[in-house]
């Protein structure tokens, strides 16, 4: 296989982290399920399927970001690899054949990046039960390690992994053999035909979603079904959302461009943000997706919390002992929530050092022209801090009107509540959020910046890149 | 070594450099012992088959490349021994460059990648500088032209902005490494003429390294280069006399 294992180094990652994530939350969910039969031989079964349940949603939640991440990444791998794919097709290679060995590798990738992850869950739970055993913070009973079920997560990895690298390989279907022969440009054509298409399904679901949605919140002012309502509403609204990220992700882009100033660098990096819409749009994507998770859980309890308050004054006896749990809830969801977010960096990082592998020439015009090494670091950074801080504040925005609309859906009608409330949001939240993003930016600007600044000016000048 | 460029009416010299890759037996000897002088004013070509070391002295003259031995002079500035920074602000100031492929910044319009050399000194052109640019603009056909990217331009077109480019900060002296090689002939016609103007009607000193004898009929001064040495320095010559001495060349290797 003539794919070097550094090009797949993100997908493996990716794959091996939702495979130990789901394989570490099934094996909690079991080691609980023996310790609450130990407790009450009764419950067992009702508790052991809705703590499954919740396992898989978040299981699904991972997988959906780890999906996204890798067949962006398998996309721009092939848009690097464009001329040698070019150079084999002008050979006699057919497209069909070059497809099917990129889709061969993202097999591989999957078996990889699945067993590893199953092999590092089982070893961490094995561990942390272990240790808790031996400090006597829970009894010494025959938890399982092996259960059957754990080869379901790492199926569909393994599975969703494969299927990525298939729909991300579609690009090898546009290379033509030409390409190899003449001073090809860079590649700058979009996938126009599919674009359409998912342009009008993005407007017509977010649009039906949205006003669902409302009707969610109104009809939660009179009852709780709402909730139920608006859970549909809120799901078909942000499938169109990601669908359509091209369109407003852009523009995200170019108003976190505004505020990087205007120096030489500065506005290389905007552009550079935005020179492929539907490439930066994936890239952030996932991101997106992880912050508005996060800040629609933490916005919703909030809210919840504030309601619940306000309910309380009415009512205090009804709400007994609701606060603790709701802030434990709170923190389990934003830490398994969580998860998908750093499965969406590692996205971001491989992507922002991938871009800088493929614009060597460009970076070696700009240190023959007189870009000082210091000028070209500063420019990946800023471009790295433009999408860490377009991602996070769309997710934001998403994230605060989703999950004040939840919360709004289910407690709207509640004896004693004030009916339509503004959205609280935790202020720790936002703190932690920026601090997120500003790590990431450093750490996804990190190598490519230092690969940048090797780049030789010389580069820009050979006929060959 | 003093020495005085004004006296000597050089805009850049070599002397004794060499340039070395590799080591023991590998060893590849890409300059051996050149010493040259490009004087002020002159449009300069350098030829040479490939592997005669062309591209590898315009490297080292432009502070691209740094020499195994020898000493490297651009006007009385001996460039040698600087470090990074003060190279890149050497090449930002006082060098520009034409290339082959064109080379401009997708992401910037014509009238961005023009300026690109002020903007990375963190500055906007004067008054002055500005009448020039917009002088250039004119003279090389680009005025309609300077809010289009470069990918609506064509290969003629883009050549013509990069030369808008190198010559805007009114360099020392510029690389041009060949700057036809992408173009069609009649489109290489007309770069090279401006090439020539700008030599002739503003003193622009200029090096333009190519294998074209075409190319290098333009040139004031033709300086031939064959397994790393400078075989021969001849003065404006035609296409036909420059391709019977590059004959005779191979014929006598």
Known sequence: MRASLRDHRASVLVAALSSAFGVLLLEVTGALSTLVTADDIGRHAAVSVSLTIVAFVFLTIAVYVGAIVTTNTFATIIAGRTKTIALLRLIGSSSRQERRAVATEGFVVGLIGSALGAVAGVAAAFGAVRTMVGTGLIPDLAYEFFPPVLLVPVSIVFLTTWLSAWIGSRRVLQVTPLEAVGASQELSRDESDS???????????????????????????????????????????????????????????????????????????????????????????????????????????????????EAMRADPQMYQGVDGVLSVLVTVFSVLIGFSALIAAVGMVNNLSLSVLQRQRELGLLRALGFTGGQVKRMIVVESAQYSIAAVGVGLLLGIAYGWAGAQALLGSIHGSPGLVIPSVPWLLLVLVVAAAATLTAVASVSPARRATRIAPVVALAVDS | MAFNYAQDGLVARVTELSKTYGDGAATITALDDVSIGLRQGDFTAIMGPSGSGKSTLMHIMAGLDSPTSGSVWLGDTDITALGDTQLTLLRRRRVGFVFQ??????????????????????????????????????????????????HALSGGQQQRVAIARALGTRPDLVFADEPTGNLDSRSGREVLSLLAAASTEYGQSIAMVTHDPIAASYADRILFLADGRVVHDRARSSAEEISSFMLSMESAA
Do not use: C
Request: hydrophobic share 50%; net charge positive.
């Open chain 1, 195 to 309: 674009r359409r298409g998912r342009t009008v399904a993005a407007i017509v679901l977010s649009i039906i979603g949205i006003v669902i949605l409302v009707l969610g919140v109104l009809l939660g002012l009179v009852s709780q079904l709402g909730v139920l309502v608006g859970v549909v509403g809120g799901i078909l609204s942000f499938t169109g959302l990601v669908l359509g990220a091209h369109l407003f992700m852009p523009t995200a882009l170019q108003l976190a461009g505004r505020l990087m100033g205007s120096s030489a660098e500065a506005r290389l990096a905007a552009a550079n943000a935005v020179r492929y819409p539907e490439r930066s749009s994936r890239m952030t994507i996932g991101l997106v997706i992880g912050i508005t998770l996060i800040t629609m859980f933490a916005v919703a309890t909030q809210t919840f919390q504030d309601m619940i308050h």
């Open chain 2, 101 to 150: 492929s064109f080379n401009l910044v997708p992401t910037l319009d014509v009238m961005g990648n023009i300026l690109l050399p002020f903007e990375l000194d963190g500055r906007r052109p004067n008054g002055d500088e500005r009448a020039w640019i917009d002088q250039l603009v004119a003279s090389l056909g680009l005025r309609d032209r300077v809010t289009h990217r470069p």
